[in-house]
């Protein structure tokens, strides 16, 4: 992957003036208040929508005894969804003009994901792949005619990249065939070498040539879908919650999941937003693998809302998963995601060995709670409370540990 320099800004058209119709050239990276567009919000609420049909089924293949098979699915599902979002996210970032024929292609793709959740169910349970591709071949054909309307509206190594993209977009496209005719037992090897394959399209795209993405922009688009699939994680667990007590009359069991999984949300979130990342986000290097690693930071996320809805149908008896799988359920995912967390952007803020080890440490305690049975959700998210709680309270004494140590300041004049 290069790391080559930034492209200077290049004047663009101002979304949404001069016809329904604009030439498709990149926006510039020093672009002062660039956020989010609400067609970019339609599109990531749009996405959650397949994102809780995989972690409904997901919560149905750990509570029926399969929670081997039920995370593999998740995994390739997932990574569908993810890849399609990433690749729509920094082409807008770059090359957003907001004109009708944009914005009529941006729809088509959130058609895509549409029938792409409508497949899930059959993918997990019958592993019938045929819809699931469908919707993602809408996806991925729609963001190859963008490149392609790039290409057209560009020239030089600026138009190479964007031929690479389109090119690239639509030869794993084909790949992705295999999924349909392999024997079921070579499909997740073949799911592999193809994801592999198409995250090495952006950085193949890129050599010679970086597309001009926004930095804050980038950063805040990450932050709005975090932000939306931990939404939709409490609403998952709330209906969950509110089935158990509905039908079971179980208040007293489901309360301490309750609170758990309402700190280890909270908290997730407090740790997430703890950073100011997009300063990080200088090159390609570092922000392609900080978007790659998203994939963990967004699935842990989405699988948490899963894992806490098995744990409430384990405590009312719905389950056939053991306790330990059921706690299990929450507190991996809540783990992998502090790991990711901390991996991706937290770590690069920390000073000294005491603040880079909060939240490795938490991760440790909160799998060290799976073993706490019952309470182990309830412990997890105080470990998780406590973890904001040390994580702030170093933030505010480092400057004046930093003063100290600097001795006094002699004032001149």
């Known amino acids: 992957m290069t790391s080559s320099p930034a492209p200077p800004p290049v004047p663009s058209d101002a979304p949404g003036g001069?016809?329904?119709?604009?030439?498709?050239?990149?926006?510039?990276?020093?672009?002062?208040?660039?956020?989010?567009?609400?067609?970019?919000?339609?599109?990531?609420?749009?996405?959650?929508?397949?994102?809780?049909?995989?972690?409904?089924?997901?919560?149905?293949?750990?509570?029926?005894?399969?929670?081997?098979?039920?995370?593999?699915?998740?995994?390739?599902?997932?990574?569908?969804?993810?890849?399609?979002?990433?690749?729509?996210?920094?082409?807008?970032?770059?090359?957003?003009?907001?004109?009708?024929?944009?914005?009529?292609?941006?729809?088509?793709?959130?058609?895509?994901?549409l029938v792409l959740a409508a497949g899930v169910s059959r993918a997990f349970e019958e592993h019938e792949y045929l819809v699931v591709w469908l919707g993602y071949a809408i996806m991925r054909?729609?963001?190859?005619?963008?490149?392609?309307?790039?290409?057209?509206?560009?020239?030089?190594?600026?138009?190479?990249?964007?031929?690479?993209?389109?090119?690239?977009?639509?030869?794993?496209?084909?790949?992705?065939?295999?999924?349909?005719?392999?024997?079921?037992?070579?499909?997740?090897?073949?799911?592999?070498?193809?994801?592999?394959?198409?995250?090495?399209?952006?950085?193949?795209?890129?050599?010679?040539?970086?597309?001009?993405?926004?930095?804050?922009?980038?950063?805040?688009?990450?932050?709005?879908?975090?932000?939306?699939?931990?939404?939709?994680?409490?609403?998952?667990?709330?209906?969950?919650?509110?089935?158990g007590i509905d039908e079971n009359d179980a208040l007293g069991e489901l309360l301490p999941i309750a609170a758990g999984g309402l700190l280890i949300i909270f908290a997730a979130w407090w740790i997430y937003f703890a950073v100011p990342v997009h300063g990080y986000l200088r090159s390609n290097r570092q922000a392609f693998l900080w978007g790659y690693g998203h994939y963990l930071v967004l699935a842990s996320a989405a699988a948490i809302g899963a894992g806490l809805e098995v744990a409430v149908e384990e405590t009312v008896g719905k389950a056939h998963s053991s306790t330990l799988a059921a706690s299990a359920a929450v507190t991996l995912p809540t783990a992998l995601f502090l790991l990711t967390v901390w991996a991706l952007h937290s770590r690069h803020f920390k000073r000294g060995i005491t603040q880079q080890l909060v939240l490795p440490t938490t991760a440790l305690l909160v799998i060290c709670c799976t073993f706490l049975e019952h309470w182990a959700v309830f412990a997890a998210g105080v470990v998780c409370a406590l973890s904001v709680v040390a994580g702030e309270t170093l933030a505010a004494t480092r400057p004046a540990v930093a003063a100290r140590e600097s001795g006094p300041v002699t004032r001149s004049g």
């Open 141 to 243: 054909v729609a963001m190859a005619a963008q490149w392609l309307r790039a290409a057209h509206a560009t020239e030089g190594p600026e138009r190479t990249t964007a031929l690479r993209y389109a090119g690239g977009v639509l030869t794993c496209q084909v790949g992705w065939l295999g999924l349909l005719f392999l024997p079921e037992g070579a499909r997740p090897w073949w799911f592999l070498v193809m994801a592999l394959l198409e995250m090495c399209v952006p950085p193949f795209a890129e050599r010679g040539h970086t597309t001009s993405w926004h930095p804050r922009h980038i950063a805040e688009r990450y932050g709005l879908f975090t932000i939306i699939v931990l939404g939709e994680t409490i609403a998952a667990a709330t209906v969950a919650m509110k089935s």
């Open 18 to 113: 001069r016809g329904p119709l604009r030439r498709l050239r990149a926006r510039g990276r020093g672009e002062a208040h660039r956020t989010a567009s609400p067609l970019e919000l339609f599109f990531d609420l749009c996405f959650v929508v397949a994102v809780a049909q995989a972690g409904i089924e997901l919560v149905h293949s750990v509570a029926e005894g399969h929670a081997g098979q039920g995370i593999l699915d998740y995994a390739m599902v997932f990574f569908a969804l993810w890849w399609a979002w990433m690749n729509f996210t920094w082409f807008a970032s770059a090359y957003d003009n907001d004109d009708v024929l944009y914005r009529v292609v941006t729809l088509v793709q959130i058609a895509g994901v």
